[in-house]
C-alpha cells in the first residue's frame, strides 16, 4: 500500500490568538501547510495571513469549508460554534481537528459524531495533552504497576480570571469554568480506564456562577468512581490566583504528579514517589500541540487510528452535561449565534 506524504492542506477558521501556539507552530515545525484562513473581519484573517505565512484568505468561514483545496479544517472558534462548524466542515467532507469541546452539549456532540460516521473523515478533538511524553509516562507508570493499583486520582486545571468581555463568560458561546478547563480534568480521568476497571462515573459535583453571569460556572469540582475502586476529583477553577494545572496518580504503592499536563512544554516535571524513594522526571519540552498534529497527519495520511474520535468527544461531553446538572447548572445551550 502507497503511503501519502504531502503535506496536508489545513484551512483555519478564525484568527484566535491560540492558534499560533496551536497550529501554525506546529505546521511550521512539522512541514504542513496552512493554505486558508476566514474570519468574520477580514482585516484579522489578512493581518493573521501575512504574519503567520497562511495561503490565501476566504471571505467567509462558508468559503473555507467549500474550498476545495481545503482538506482539513482546524476549528478554534468561540465554543457554542465549534459543533455548528464542525457540522458543516464533515458536510463538506473534510478532516477536522477542533479544540474541545467537540460541541455546546452531548445532543449536538452526539450529531457530530453521526456526521463524521456518515463523512468517513479523520475528526478529532483537541485534547493535545494526551499526546505528549508527560502524559504517555502517567499511563506507563500504571501499566508497570510502579504505582501499584491505581486508588485516587486527582486533576487540577485554574487560572486566573479572563476579562468580563472573553467569550468564555458567555452562556450564549457555551462558556465557564468545566467547558473550558474542566473538560481537561474530566478527560485525562476518563482516559485511566485502562487501569481502573473501565471509565469512571459522576458521583456528585458542585460550583458557584460568575457574578452577573449566573448559569456560568467560575469553578466546579467533581468527585468521580471507577469501576475498579478507585476515586477521581476534577476540579477547574477560572477565577484562580494563578495558574495549575497538575495530575497526581496515587496508587497502592505510590504516587506519582505531573506538574502542568495540560501544557508540558511550560513544565515538564513528572515526580514519582515509592517507597524506594523520590524522583523527578523531566519529560521534554516539544509542545504538544506539535504531538497532536503529527498524530492528526498519520491518520490522514497513514490511516492510523487516532486515539481521539468523534465518539470518544460525545462520551466526554456526556460527562460534562452529568456534571453542571449535578452542580445546578444548565447544560450548554446550542447557539443562537449566527454561524
Not at 497550529?23 to 474570519?39: C, F, K, M, Q, S
Not at 478532516?95 to 456526521?115: D, F, G, I, W
Amino acid at each position: 500500500m502507497t503511503v501519502r506524504t504531502e503535506p496536508l492542506r489545513i484551512g483555519v477558521l478564525g484568527a484566535a490568538r491560540i492558534s499560533q501556539q496551536s497550529i501554525v507552530g506546529p505546521a511550521r515545525a512539522t512541514g504542513h501547510r496552512l493554505v486558508a484562513v476566514a474570519a468574520r473581519d477580514r482585516s484579522r484573517a489578512e493581518s493573521f495571513a501575512a504574519e503567520h505565512g497562511v495561503e490565501r484568505v476566504l471571505g467567509s468561514y462558508a468559503d473555507l469549508v467549500a474550498d476545495p483545496e481545503v482538506e482539513a479544517v482546524y476549528n478554534p472558534l468561540a465554543n457554542g460554534l465549534h459543533g455548528p462548524w464542525n457540522l458543516a466542515a464533515l458536510a463538506a467532507g473534510k478532516h477536522v481537528l477542533t479544540e474541545k469541546p467537540s460541541a455546546s452539549n452531548a445532543e449536538e456532540a452526539a450529531e457530530v459524531r453521526n456526521a463524521a460516521a456518515k463523512a468517513g473523515t479523520v475528526f478529532m478533538e483537541g485534547f493535545h495533552y494526551l499526546f505528549h511524553p508527560v502524559t504517555r509516562r502517567l499511563h506507563e507508570l500504571l501499566a508497570s504497576g510502579e504505582l501499584g493499583e491505581l486508588r485516587h486520582v486527582e486533576t487540577v486545571v485554574s487560572i486566573p480570571a479572563p476579562p468580563a468581555t472573553d467569550p468564555r463568560w458567555s452562556l450564549a458561546l457555551a462558556g465557564g469554568a468545566l467547558m473550558d478547563l474542566g473538560c481537561y480534568s474530566l478527560h485525562a480521568q476518563r482516559m485511566l480506564a485502562p487501569f481502573a476497571g473501565g471509565p469512571p462515573r459522576l458521583v456528585a459535583a458542585q460550583g458557584s456562577p460568575r457574578v452577573g453571569a449566573p448559569d456560568v460556572d467560575e469553578w466546579l469540582d467533581a468527585e468521580l468512581a471507577f469501576p475498579g475502586g478507585a476515586t477521581g476529583s476534577a476540579r477547574c477553577h477560572m477565577a484562580y490566583e494563578r495558574t495549575r494545572m497538575t495530575c497526581r496518580l496515587v496508587g497502592s504503592r505510590g504516587d506519582a504528579t505531573a506538574a502542568n499536563f495540560v501544557l508540558p512544554h511550560l513544565d515538564d516535571r513528572v515526580t514519582v514517589r515509592t517507597p524506594a524513594g523520590e524522583r523527578v522526571e523531566e519529560l521534554g519540552r516539544r509542545s504538544s500541540y506539535t504531538y497532536q498534529l503529527e498524530a492528526f497527519a498519520a491518520a490522514i495520511r497513514e490511516t492510523t487510528p487516532p486515539p481521539l474520535d468523534a465518539d470518544d468527544a460525545l462520551a466526554t461531553m456526556a460527562l460534562i452535561d452529568d456534571c453542571y446538572r449535578a452542580a445546578g447548572f444548565p447544560p450548554r445551550p446550542r447557539t443562537s449565534v449566527p454561524v
